[in-house]
């Protein structure tokens, strides 16, 4: 029976309710949409929703990658450095590639904010290497031609 | 070359193969209807027949993991590996993204025959189309009666929802998924209890890869004797290799397994570019040790491969051309065990960290004998004394290494 | 019972022990980081590798991760293992900064120690160490994150076993962290032990940091007494100061653990204030002359007004032997026997506690983690005894049912059952609950309609409906269990409870053949206190009336301050005003120090060495750890070398209160039994009759139990209605109630305690407070009978309506109710803007 009871007292833990918590990460990728980043405010929100503690949300998100506890570019571009990748012209090559382009190194952002450029472990597409992710969209088999492509298309969103 | 039928890629090539009208066009679900006339025994007595081992790298035989699900726990779970991480490897991706109602049957089928009314299908958070996929497929299949209350009249119920993971290849490990499922840290559990005994939520969890389900509809339609009529003696069945590196026509080709690596590179994937010779291939994703051209003729088998000093893993062959720089390759297959290393254990966590330093100088030209040394020290300290198989997947790649490639690593400290 | 053979030497043991348990028992301990008894195992370290030569395992294995089986050969010194064993330590080597000369670990550390013990000495890594930030984590924590081996020991502790989550792991792969989400103080009140858990340096004592290592300290047994469970430690002095007390194994009381009010609230000992002079009228004077002048004045006394104008007030945080000197010499002299209790009522309770516990159903701390159902009545864990929270976590992380009968908000760091019943429904909710668990099954549902139709004690709760179902679900499950323990509170709870659980224990004894009994008692040795005290009901509430009506013209209070306690401050201040003589004995500097027209210095626990009995009736001894005397850093302005030039110890008059008592006798012209001098237990000894095995002291250091084979419990009383019934339907009862930090007396002299105890918290059903139109975080002035005091309002829905809850804070200034239970109206609650 054990009735979950929710402790206020200073000097209390709290009851995790595992159903609750269980949409940890999917509720971390909706706080993370607003801002591109786990803002401290969307780590204690999402605590709050789930009858957590902001430590249990960090401790869970800050063990995966694609949750950002750091500001980014409204692109984050994502350069696979996979061994298929490699072995195809592609990991650093590219990565040097969009890095001359945008004159920023690895890690950083574009002082517009529009661009970030990180490397990525392997994407899965090692048949159609090299490849990269701009957020959620997936670009295969790239040349200095498709990436002039891909970057011109989204700075021409803007 | 000779010239297999596909059974798990039938559909990929159609047009809109992913919809679950095309689907249902080429007899999707038929397999489901007829598992749901068999008793959930004779399901689970098909695919042991079958003698179908899990795809997912591990190899081990899915109708007897079935068979470990406790029959009388009211409470049982089904979670899909579609966590798809191991480099080389993109075949869980082409099915999810071309033909996700493959794996849902499957699904449906597994579920009913372990006693499972939910199901969790457990996604790389970068599959991005793949989680659309699933997530349309799924609510189609609702809406044609595969899902929901009493399926197809059958009075069997299942529900499945998908999860996205967001980025940790360790969630890959069938306990570590759990705990990611959980919405913990994915850091592996202590085995046993194994999930059959305490999976997600401390329940009864087979937890199966999605090529491994994508097989079942073909099992149950067409019978386990088919199946395992297919293959070598203790590989059955179909599997998808994926195949990459320096090949002309790189991709997904699916073939019995016992297939020859020669008959994959030089028939089905083009060769090797620019007529090259071969200096090394990884038989099964990057954690699998690598072989030299010598051993061209072995069957993509998991005995006949582990006789030849490797393993199939997951099926991905990478191949290099003679001018391939191995140290680097070592290098760059060790940055990626370092980097998705969970940190849980200590030998896998600080013995990568010092592999790579050695490693990274030896690749940079800055190396000694004292780093090849501790490489292989290191590297041996680490084989198989680790919390979860990762850390032997780590070590793998620089034993290898260094047995066949020593010289080149030997050359790189010439200098200092 | 498998059967193995380790490093040639064969051991039966249980089934499901690990290997690495086996190995202990045969003295063999094989290295570790990861696993620790009290955590388990995970397997992370790889450090317990060993080899296996025979039976279902083969090869290097962590003996932490396997069971012993039958037929297994294991080698703890294999090659192979110790080469693996090498190769691990040669890792953990590559990120640790060698900063042990400035490492509070150093000469403690595990990893140290396993560092030399492997030989690792020459450095072959030639990368970079990953290093971190450290984070502020509060008064009692130092945080040094680079030193981290990541044992996960912290985290299991700190989550798992304690269960608080704000300390846990962050980050993946190496960079992996254990830290908070933000800078802060730790709330677990158990946050301590991962100074003793952590292998190496991360988590340091922050008070003690820099004061010394290890092998600086004197170093021996002690005991805590900042409750009445009596958990062991350690004490660790440096330069006459207390410099750090660390956890001490027991497996019968507080296991491997204890609570940060225990481990930090030492400072008393130390601090500059603390009272080192004898004083006569405020001047200072020779111990030997106030002795003198107590003995010349008390005679007088008893010469003018007879032996009972001189009344004497002893203490429950007092030790055995002080206690039983003061009974001594009260009865010596012809003086009334000593109080120890202020309030008769509570007298009353502890009494009756005490009598009801017996060798069969006495229960000790660490057996409440082995129960499978616990019911505990009208105690707030965390408040009043913390290590009994952790323990009954650990019952119900092994899914026992915890059921709570108290008005309170009773925080505890797991679910349980709370039937929050104000204190006057207690007794009836606890008899209702055992009627429906004894009861056959086929009596059951004619009893509830009987209960339905009765209403009764029920009436004025409007949960009662919610009450009556958790009732009924907790009955079954009560029925069902195996290995019950009751556990009954003395400070709120009616004058009949401890006697209803205690006849309740002894009846479910009977039925199950297995019932603990677990009484938490107000303070460190009031079990000796309510052996010691005298049988009838006196208490100090009537000394006062005595003093006020010229009656009693001396007072001897012996260590205790009745200002801590006493509910009416004013009343207590002019009584004492009126006495002839107030001779006060004490270490710390009470108002009772400041108004004492003689004073004379006692030692504390750490330089005298003493003996308590913890609320099980456990004689426990703390060994006296250093001499005494003003800490070197307190001399000539902290300076070294000290310049004092003096023959004795500075600043060390105190003397043990025991021994004041006895000289105190021969000013009195009173000669106590020689042998006293020598062993004051022998006295205590022959004080009563449980006491009588104290004459052996040589089995106290691991603690004997005073209790009878049967119990000569008092009944329960015949009216078991409590005093304070329900009031009108508007008044609120106000209780008055222990804290875990700032309420307890002896550990509020410490600076740290201070700085976590928070703003004092007027609780409150959310009811109420709706009703009083007030909301979470409103302060209120709530008027006293002398006076008004102002509090922060909490309210909280898991609490009895009907019910205001204060902490005994100091800084409260509660004593302004001017009686023990007190009921407030409404308008006496006023929100301030």
């Given at each position: 029976m054990n009735t979950k009871k929710e402790f206020k007292s200073p000097v209390g833990g709290a009851i995790v309710d595992p159903a609750k918590q269980s949409m940890m990460l999917a509720a971390l990728y909706i706080a993370q949409e607003q801002n591109g980043y786990l803002t401290k405010e969307a780590v204690q929100q999402v605590a709050k929703r789930l009858g957590m503690t902001p430590g249990d949300v960090y401790s869970t998100a800050s063990f995966?990658?694609?949750?950002?506890?750091k500001p980014v570019g409204r692109y984050v571009i994502q350069v696979c450095e996979g061994i298929s990748c490699y072995l195809n012209d592609g990991a650093e090559r590219v990565a040097d590639y969009v890095s001359e382009k945008l004159g920023i190194k690895l890690g950083e952002t574009t002082r517009d904010g529009m661009f970030t450029l990180e490397t990525v472990q392997c994407l899965a597409s090692c048949g159609t290497a090299p490849a990269m992710r701009v957020n959620d969209q997936l670009y295969e088999n790239l040349s200095p031609a498709i990436i002039d492509d891909i970057l011109e298309r989204l700075m021409g969103e803007v | 070359m000779t010239n297999w039928e596909p059974?798990?890629?039938?559909?990929?090539?159609?047009?809109?193969?992913?919809?679950i009208d095309t689907y249902l066009r080429y007899g999707g679900y038929e397999a489901l209807r007829k598992a749901l006339k068999m008793t959930p025994d004779q399901v689970t007595a098909e695919v042991k027949t079958s003698e179908i081992r899990g795809?997912?790298?591990?190899?081990?035989?899915a109708g007897v993991k079935w068979g470990f699900?406790?029959?009388?726990?009211p409470v049982k779970y089904l979670a899909i590996n579609?966590?798809?991480?191991?480099?080389?490897?993109?075949k869980d991706r082409l099915i999810v993204e071309r033909d996700p109602h493959s794996i849902l049957e499957g699904v449906i089928i597994a579920s009913y025959a372990i006693g499972a009314h939910r199901a969790f299908v457990y996604i790389r958070g970068e599959f991005f189309l793949g989680v659309k996929r699933w997530i349309k497929a799924i609510s189609d299949a609702y809406q044609k009666g595969?899902?929901?209350?009493n399926i197809l009249g059958s009075g069997f119920d299942l529900d499945v929802s998908v999860h996205r993971g967001a980025?940790?290849?360790?969630?890959?490990e069938e306990t570590a998924m759990l705990e990611s499922l959980e919405g913990k840290r994915g850091v592996p559990r202590t085995k046993p209890p194994f999930p059959a005994q305490?999976?997600?939520?401390?329940k009864p969890t087979l937890v199966q890869n999605c090529e491994t389900l994508a097989n079942i509809p073909h099992i149950i339609l067409r019978g386990g004797k088919w199946y395992s009529s297919i293959g070598t003696e203790k590989s059955k069945g179909m599997k998808i290799f994926c195949i990459s590196g320096h090949v002309n026509s790189p991709g997904n080709f699916e073939l019995p397994?016992?297939?020859p690596l020669k008959e994959i590179i030089y028939e089905h994937a083009g060769g090797v570019r620019k007529g090259r010779d071969i200096k090394?291939?990884?038989?099964?994703?990057?954690s699998t040790p690598f072989l030299t051209a010598?051993?061209?003729?072995?069957?993509?088998?998991f005995e006949t491969l582990q006789a030849a000093g490797s393993a199939l893993g997951t099926g991905a062959i990478i191949v290099m051309d003679e001018t391939t720089d191995m140290v680097e390759v070592v290098r760059r297959i060790t940055r990626f065990y370092v980097h998705e290393?969970?940190?849980?254990?200590?030998p896998c966590r600080i013995g990568g960290q010092r592999m790579l330093s050695s490693l990274e100088r030896l690749a940079g030209g800055k190396g000694s004998k004292q780093d090849i040394e501790d490489l292989e020290y290191v590297a041996k300290g680490i084989y198989g004394r680790t919390f979860c198989p990762m850390g032997t997947g780590m070590a793998e790649p620089v034993l290898s290494g260094l047995r066949l490639f020593r010289p080149e690593f030997e050359m790189k400290t010439a200098k200092n | 019972m498998p059967n193995l053979i380790i490093d040639d030497l064969p051991i039966e043991v249980p089934a499901g022990t690990k290997v690495i348990e086996a190995a202990e028992q045969l003295g063999i301990i094989i290295p570790r980081f990861c696993y620790h008894k009290a955590l388990?195992?995970?397997?992370?370290?790889?450090?317990?590798a060993v080899k296996f030569?025979?039976?279902p395992f083969k090869g290097v294995q962590m003996s932490c991760l396997i069971d012993a089986q039958d037929g297994m050969v294991v080698s703890t010194t294999d090659e192979e293992a110790v080469a693996f064993r090498k190769f691990i330590i040669e890792l953990l080597m590559l990120?640790?900064?060698?900063?042990c000369p400035v490492?509070?670990?150093?000469?403690?550390c595990l990893l140290q120690d396993m560092t030399v013990a492997g030989g690792h000495?020459?450095?072959?890594y030639l990368g970079r160490k990953r290093t971190y930030r450290d984070q502020?984590?509060?008064?009692?924590i130092a945080h040094e994150m680079?030193?981290?081996?990541?044992?996960y020991r912290c985290s299991r502790f700190y989550?798992?076993?304690?269960?608080?989550?704000?300390?846990g792991p962050t980050q993946i792969a190496n960079r992996v962290y254990f830290g908070?989400?933000?800078?802060?103080?730790?709330?677990?009140?158990?946050?301590?032990n991962l100074v003793d858990l952590c292998?190496?340096?991360?988590?340091?004592d922050k008070p003690a940091?820099?004061?010394?290592r290890r092998w600086d300290f004197e170093r021996l047994p002690s005991l805590c007494i900042?409750?009445?469970?009596g958990c062991n430690t350690i004490a660790n002095a440096r330069y006459r100061a207390v410099v750090r007390v660390e956890a001490r194994f027991n497996d019968a009381v507080n296991g491997f653990f204890i609570c940060d009010r225990g481990r930090f609230g030492f400072p008393y000992t130390n601090?500059?204030?603390?009272?080192?002079q004898a004083r006569i009228d405020g001047n200072e004077s020779s111990l030997e002359d106030a002795v003198a002048g107590a003995g010349r004045k008390l005679a007088d006394i008893a010469h003018r007004a007879?032996?009972?104008a001189i009344a004497c007030l002893g203490s429950r945080r007092s030790s055995l032997e002080t206690q039983g000197l003061l009974n001594h010499l009260c009865q010596l002299m012809q003086w009334a026997e000593p109080d120890y209790f202020l309030d008769p009522l509570l007298k009353k309770k502890v009494k009756s506690a005490i009598s009801q516990l017996d060798s069969r159903v006495a229960v000790s701390l660490r057996q409440v983690?082995?129960?499978?159902f616990i019911l505990a009545v009208g105690v707030d864990p965390l408040g009043e005894a913390p290590m009994l929270a952790l323990a009954m976590r650990q019952a119900q992380r092994k899914e026992a049912t915890v059921a709570v009968i108290d008005p309170r908000p009773v925080p505890l760091p797991f679910s349980f059952e709370h039937l929050a019943v104000p204190t006057w429904e207690m007794n009836g909710c606890l008899k209702l609950l055992m009627e429906e668990a004894m009861r056959k099954e086929d009596e059951k549902s004619a009893a509830r309609d009987r209960m339905a139709a009765e209403e009764g004690w029920l009436?004025?709760?409007?949960a009662s409906a919610e009450i009556r179902r958790q009732i009924a679900q907790l009955a079954a499950l009560f029925q069902a269990s195996r290995n019950p323990v009751l556990i009954c509170g003395?400070?709120?709870?009616?004058?009949?409870t401890p006697a209803v659980v205690g006849a309740w224990a002894r009846s479910l004894l009977e039925e199950k053949g297995k019932c603990g009994l677990f009484y938490v008692l107000p303070d460190a040795n009031a079990f000796g206190a309510g052996l010691l005290?005298?049988?009838?009901?006196?208490?100090f509430l009537e000394t006062v009336g005595a003093i006020e009506r010229g009656e009693v013209r001396a007072l001897i209070a012996v260590e205790?301050?009745?200002?801590?306690?006493?509910?009416d401050r004013s009343r207590l201040e002019q009584a004492l005003a009126k006495l002839e003589l107030l001779l006060v004995l004490d270490y710390v500097p009470s108002p009772m120090v400041q108004q004492a027209h003689i004073f004379l210095p006692t030692s504390t626990l750490f330089e005298t060495g003493s003996t308590f009995i913890n609320q099980e009736g456990r004689i426990q001894i703390a060994q006296p750890v250093y001499h005494g005397g003003t800490p070197l850093s307190q001399m000539?302005?902290?300076?070294?070398p000290p310049r004092v030039y003096a023959g004795?110890?500075?600043?060390?008059e105190p003397k043990p209160a025991w021994q004041l008592l006895i000289d105190l006798a021969g000013a009195l012209s009173l000669a106590i039994e020689t042998g006293a001098v020598e062993n004051p237990l022998s006295l205590v000894a022959s004080a009563h009759p449980l006491l009588a095995?104290?004459?052996?002291?040589?089995?106290l250091l691991d603690g004997v139990r005073c209790l009878p084979d049967v119990a000569d419990a008092e009944p329960v009383?015949?009216?078991?209605?409590?005093?304070?019934?329900?009031?009108?339907?508007n008044e609120l009862q106000l209780l008055f109630v222990d804290s875990i930090?700032?309420?307890?007396?002896?550990?509020?002299?410490?600076d740290v305690i201070r700085q976590v105890e928070g703003e004092p918290c007027l609780y409150m059903h959310t009811q109420d407070a709706e009703r009083l139109g007030l909301v979470e975080g409103d302060r209120v002035l709530l008027t006293l009978d002398a006076g008004a005091i102002e509090a922060r309002v909490c309210p909280s829905q898991s609490m009895a309506p009907g019910t205001l809850v204060l902490p005994r804070?100091?800084?409260?200034?509660?004593?302004?109710?001017?009686?023990?239970s007190t009921r407030v109206t409404p308008d006496r609650i006023e929100k301030l803007k």
């Amino acid at each position: 029976m054990n009735t979950k009871k929710e402790f206020k007292s200073p000097v209390g833990g709290a009851i995790v309710d595992p159903a609750k918590q269980s949409m940890m990460l999917a509720a971390l990728y909706i706080a993370q949409e607003q801002n591109g980043y786990l803002t401290k405010e969307a780590v204690q929100q999402v605590a709050k929703r789930l009858g957590m503690t902001p430590g249990d949300v960090y401790s869970t998100a800050s063990f995966y990658s694609l949750f950002r506890m750091k500001p980014v570019g409204r692109y984050v571009i994502q350069v696979c450095e996979g061994i298929s990748c490699y072995l195809n012209d592609g990991a650093e090559r590219v990565a040097d590639y969009v890095s001359e382009k945008l004159g920023i190194k690895l890690g950083e952002t574009t002082r517009d904010g529009m661009f970030t450029l990180e490397t990525v472990q392997c994407l899965a597409s090692c048949g159609t290497a090299p490849a990269m992710r701009v957020n959620d969209q997936l670009y295969e088999n790239l040349s200095p031609a498709i990436i002039d492509d891909i970057l011109e298309r989204l700075m021409g969103e803007v | 070359m000779t010239n297999w039928e596909p059974v798990l890629l039938a559909n990929v090539n159609r047009p809109n193969s992913e919809k679950i009208d095309t689907y249902l066009r080429y007899g999707g679900y038929e397999a489901l209807r007829k598992a749901l006339k068999m008793t959930p025994d004779q399901v689970t007595a098909e695919v042991k027949t079958s003698e179908i081992r899990g795809r997912g790298g591990a190899g081990f035989p899915a109708g007897v993991k079935w068979g470990f699900m406790p029959k009388d726990a009211p409470v049982k779970y089904l979670a899909i590996n579609t966590d798809e991480g191991e480099p080389g490897t993109f075949k869980d991706r082409l099915i999810v993204e071309r033909d996700p109602h493959s794996i849902l049957e499957g699904v449906i089928i597994a579920s009913y025959a372990i006693g499972a009314h939910r199901a969790f299908v457990y996604i790389r958070g970068e599959f991005f189309l793949g989680v659309k996929r699933w997530i349309k497929a799924i609510s189609d299949a609702y809406q044609k009666g595969f899902l929901g209350k009493n399926i197809l009249g059958s009075g069997f119920d299942l529900d499945v929802s998908v999860h996205r993971g967001a980025g940790a290849y360790i969630c890959g490990e069938e306990t570590a998924m759990l705990e990611s499922l959980e919405g913990k840290r994915g850091v592996p559990r202590t085995k046993p209890p194994f999930p059959a005994q305490k999976g997600f939520w401390g329940k009864p969890t087979l937890v199966q890869n999605c090529e491994t389900l994508a097989n079942i509809p073909h099992i149950i339609l067409r019978g386990g004797k088919w199946y395992s009529s297919i293959g070598t003696e203790k590989s059955k069945g179909m599997k998808i290799f994926c195949i990459s590196g320096h090949v002309n026509s790189p991709g997904n080709f699916e073939l019995p397994l016992g297939t020859p690596l020669k008959e994959i590179i030089y028939e089905h994937a083009g060769g090797v570019r620019k007529g090259r010779d071969i200096k090394a291939i990884i038989p099964g994703g990057s954690s699998t040790p690598f072989l030299t051209a010598e051993k061209i003729n072995t069957p993509m088998g998991f005995e006949t491969l582990q006789a030849a000093g490797s393993a199939l893993g997951t099926g991905a062959i990478i191949v290099m051309d003679e001018t391939t720089d191995m140290v680097e390759v070592v290098r760059r297959i060790t940055r990626f065990y370092v980097h998705e290393s969970c940190g849980y254990c200590f030998p896998c966590r600080i013995g990568g960290q010092r592999m790579l330093s050695s490693l990274e100088r030896l690749a940079g030209g800055k190396g000694s004998k004292q780093d090849i040394e501790d490489l292989e020290y290191v590297a041996k300290g680490i084989y198989g004394r680790t919390f979860c198989p990762m850390g032997t997947g780590m070590a793998e790649p620089v034993l290898s290494g260094l047995r066949l490639f020593r010289p080149e690593f030997e050359m790189k400290t010439a200098k200092n | 019972m498998p059967n193995l053979i380790i490093d040639d030497l064969p051991i039966e043991v249980p089934a499901g022990t690990k290997v690495i348990e086996a190995a202990e028992q045969l003295g063999i301990i094989i290295p570790r980081f990861c696993y620790h008894k009290a955590l388990g195992s995970v397997g992370a370290c790889r450090m317990c590798a060993v080899k296996f030569l025979q039976g279902p395992f083969k090869g290097v294995q962590m003996s932490c991760l396997i069971d012993a089986q039958d037929g297994m050969v294991v080698s703890t010194t294999d090659e192979e293992a110790v080469a693996f064993r090498k190769f691990i330590i040669e890792l953990l080597m590559l990120n640790h900064p060698h900063d042990c000369p400035v490492c509070d670990e150093g000469g403690q550390c595990l990893l140290q120690d396993m560092t030399v013990a492997g030989g690792h000495s020459l450095r072959r890594y030639l990368g970079r160490k990953r290093t971190y930030r450290d984070q502020n984590l509060g008064v009692f924590i130092a945080h040094e994150m680079n030193r981290c081996i990541h044992c996960y020991r912290c985290s299991r502790f700190y989550q798992e076993f304690a269960g608080y989550r704000d300390l846990g792991p962050t980050q993946i792969a190496n960079r992996v962290y254990f830290g908070r989400f933000e800078d802060g103080q730790l709330e677990s009140p158990f946050s301590g032990n991962l100074v003793d858990l952590c292998p190496t340096g991360v988590y340091t004592d922050k008070p003690a940091r820099f004061q010394g290592r290890r092998w600086d300290f004197e170093r021996l047994p002690s005991l805590c007494i900042h409750c009445s469970l009596g958990c062991n430690t350690i004490a660790n002095a440096r330069y006459r100061a207390v410099v750090r007390v660390e956890a001490r194994f027991n497996d019968a009381v507080n296991g491997f653990f204890i609570c940060d009010r225990g481990r930090f609230g030492f400072p008393y000992t130390n601090q500059p204030e603390r009272p080192r002079q004898a004083r006569i009228d405020g001047n200072e004077s020779s111990l030997e002359d106030a002795v003198a002048g107590a003995g010349r004045k008390l005679a007088d006394i008893a010469h003018r007004a007879g032996p009972n104008a001189i009344a004497c007030l002893g203490s429950r945080r007092s030790s055995l032997e002080t206690q039983g000197l003061l009974n001594h010499l009260c009865q010596l002299m012809q003086w009334a026997e000593p109080d120890y209790f202020l309030d008769p009522l509570l007298k009353k309770k502890v009494k009756s506690a005490i009598s009801q516990l017996d060798s069969r159903v006495a229960v000790s701390l660490r057996q409440v983690e082995t129960a499978d159902f616990i019911l505990a009545v009208g105690v707030d864990p965390l408040g009043e005894a913390p290590m009994l929270a952790l323990a009954m976590r650990q019952a119900q992380r092994k899914e026992a049912t915890v059921a709570v009968i108290d008005p309170r908000p009773v925080p505890l760091p797991f679910s349980f059952e709370h039937l929050a019943v104000p204190t006057w429904e207690m007794n009836g909710c606890l008899k209702l609950l055992m009627e429906e668990a004894m009861r056959k099954e086929d009596e059951k549902s004619a009893a509830r309609d009987r209960m339905a139709a009765e209403e009764g004690w029920l009436r004025n709760n409007p949960a009662s409906a919610e009450i009556r179902r958790q009732i009924a679900q907790l009955a079954a499950l009560f029925q069902a269990s195996r290995n019950p323990v009751l556990i009954c509170g003395t400070d709120i709870v009616p004058e009949a409870t401890p006697a209803v659980v205690g006849a309740w224990a002894r009846s479910l004894l009977e039925e199950k053949g297995k019932c603990g009994l677990f009484y938490v008692l107000p303070d460190a040795n009031a079990f000796g206190a309510g052996l010691l005290g005298a049988a009838n009901d006196h208490a100090f509430l009537e000394t006062v009336g005595a003093i006020e009506r010229g009656e009693v013209r001396a007072l001897i209070a012996v260590e205790s301050d009745p200002f801590e306690r006493f509910p009416d401050r004013s009343r207590l201040e002019q009584a004492l005003a009126k006495l002839e003589l107030l001779l006060v004995l004490d270490y710390v500097p009470s108002p009772m120090v400041q108004q004492a027209h003689i004073f004379l210095p006692t030692s504390t626990l750490f330089e005298t060495g003493s003996t308590f009995i913890n609320q099980e009736g456990r004689i426990q001894i703390a060994q006296p750890v250093y001499h005494g005397g003003t800490p070197l850093s307190q001399m000539n302005g902290g300076g070294h070398p000290p310049r004092v030039y003096a023959g004795g110890l500075p600043g060390g008059e105190p003397k043990p209160a025991w021994q004041l008592l006895i000289d105190l006798a021969g000013a009195l012209s009173l000669a106590i039994e020689t042998g006293a001098v020598e062993n004051p237990l022998s006295l205590v000894a022959s004080a009563h009759p449980l006491l009588a095995g104290l004459k052996n002291t040589s089995s106290l250091l691991d603690g004997v139990r005073c209790l009878p084979d049967v119990a000569d419990a008092e009944p329960v009383p015949a009216d078991m209605d409590p005093a304070v019934g329900p009031g009108t339907e508007n008044e609120l009862q106000l209780l008055f109630v222990d804290s875990i930090f700032g309420a307890e007396e002896l550990s509020q002299y410490a600076d740290v305690i201070r700085q976590v105890e928070g703003e004092p918290c007027l609780y409150m059903h959310t009811q109420d407070a709706e009703r009083l139109g007030l909301v979470e975080g409103d302060r209120v002035l709530l008027t006293l009978d002398a006076g008004a005091i102002e509090a922060r309002v909490c309210p909280s829905q898991s609490m009895a309506p009907g019910t205001l809850v204060l902490p005994r804070r100091r800084k409260l200034e509660w004593q302004k109710a001017k009686s023990f239970s007190t009921r407030v109206t409404p308008d006496r609650i006023e929100k301030l803007k």
